[in-house]
């Protein structure tokens, strides 16, 4: 029984080795021959790659056609602007000013309490007729409490203190109440100065269209309304940025007259508006291509902007402090530096202070951003050669 057990189960085995090896000749011949629908290699089919692999080519090729006609209306808007820009100069001017752009959006500059200035009165101006023009002034920090619900004629009263006052001119774009201007303020506050500052016609809530002239007689105006109510206490004038255009414009004014102001501080100065635009990170697109200043530079000349500060310097007479960063990305530093070696060398400032303080790239403070560096306070005062109180 054994026996015969074994032989059956030999045979049984024998039979399932052969189909073994029949079924691997079959997986063997349709590996080779790639025929047969049965088994795991029927999935695999090289008709079905063919086809996958032509409509990856159809879509490659489809796609090419759509980024030429997208390279194509790249190119005519590139080349439509300066055309644009020509034929239409006072889009260069909305540039410059850029007046249109009011950040931070939804302030209500009738309250500068909300952004921080509790001992800020806002009030309005009037240079020309159906000019108004919206201004703040900021009392030192150490009549704080005393402002608290005061009205205008309380905080005119104030001009009376013996507190040094500055007038600040904005550069482009925003409003008196941006935040880097609000921080600035505060600043000056606590080291007790009063601080006025407006929005030039066109800009925030004040009315009228901006120009460079009319910044200038606002500028004028203001400069003219302070002292007659502080009398011979000292007057600074600080602008920014394109601010600094129009500060030189005044004080050339001003020293033309006999009048100069006790000093001028320019932060993130540039030489004129052409060398500025040039340099600016705007126009980086357009820099190299033939034409340039044909295009955009002769286009604000057609406006009657100049902003010549570099030529300015030639004809004012009084202390001139230059502040600027070497990171700065909007003006570039060596404009500042070029304009400080100008003033350097003028005649009229012969007798006169002239400082260039530049801050280094490490500590980040960029275009607008030097009202946090902390040695501030010692440059002012360093600089006014007057102690100031809270330095």
């Known amino acids: 029984m054994r026996k015969r057990n074994t032989s059956v189960a030999a045979d049984h085995d024998s039979s399932l080795t052969n189909t073994l090896l029949d079924t691997s000749r079959g997986l063997k011949y349709c590996q080779t021959k790639g025929e047969g629908d049965q088994g795991p290699e029927a999935a695999f089919d090289p008709v079905d790659l063919d086809s996958q692999k032509e409509m990856g080519r159809r879509r490659r090729s489809g796609m090419i056609p759509r980024l030429k006609r997208i390279l194509l209306w790249l190119l005519f808007i590139y080349l439509a602007i300066p055309i644009l820009v020509k034929l239409c100069p006072s889009i260069q001017a909305k540039l410059v000013f850029l007046n249109f752009v009011r950040v931070p959006y939804f302030i209500d500059l009738k309250r500068p309490q909300d952004q921080g200035l509790n001992h800020t009165c806002n009030f309005y101006l009037q240079p020309e007729d159906r000019v108004n023009i919206g201004t703040w002034h900021t009392v030192p ?44 303020y505060k600043v000056l506050s606590s080291l007790g100065f009063h601080v006025v500052s407006f929005d030039y016609r066109g800009w925030g809530d004040s009315e009228g269209t901006p120009s460079e002239k009319g910044m200038t007689a606002d500028a004028l105006f203001l400069y003219q309304w302070v002292k007659k109510r502080i009398g011979e206490k000292s007057l600074y ?46 126009s980086m697109v357009y820099r190299f291509l033939p034409g340039f200043d044909w295009f955009f ?18 004809h004012i007479s009084c202390p001139v402090l230059i502040l600027h960063a070497e990171d700065d990305g909007v003006v570039p530093f060596h404009l500042g530096k070029k304009l400080y070696n100008i003033a350097a060398q003028s005649t009229s400032l012969n007798g006169h202070k002239v400082q260039f303080v530049p801050f280094p790239m490490s500590l980040g ?27």
């Open 141 to 184: 920090a150490q009549l704080w409490k005393d402002a608290q619900g005061q009205d205008l004629q309380w905080f005119e009263g104030t001009f009376q203190s013996s507190h040094p006052v500055i007038l600040y001119l904005h550069g482009n774009a925003g409003t008196r109440g941006g935040d880097h201007r609000v921080q600035l």
């Open 365 to 391: 403070f960029k275009h607008k951003f030097i009202y946090r560096s902390p040695e501030l306070p010692h440059i002012l005062s360093d600089f006014l050669g007057t102690a100031l109180p809270y330095v």
């Open 237 to 282: 004038i600080w602008g920014h940025s394109l601010g600094t255009g129009v500060a030189t414009n005044l004080v050339r004014h001003l020293c033309d007259k006999g009048t100069p102001p006790d000093a001028m501080i320019l932060e993130s100065p540039f030489t004129n508006i052409r060398e500025e635009a040039k340099s600016h990170p705007f």
């Open 297 to 314: 530079l002769d286009a604000i000349t057609a406006n009657d902007i100049r902003f010549a500060s570099d030529e300015n310097m030639l």
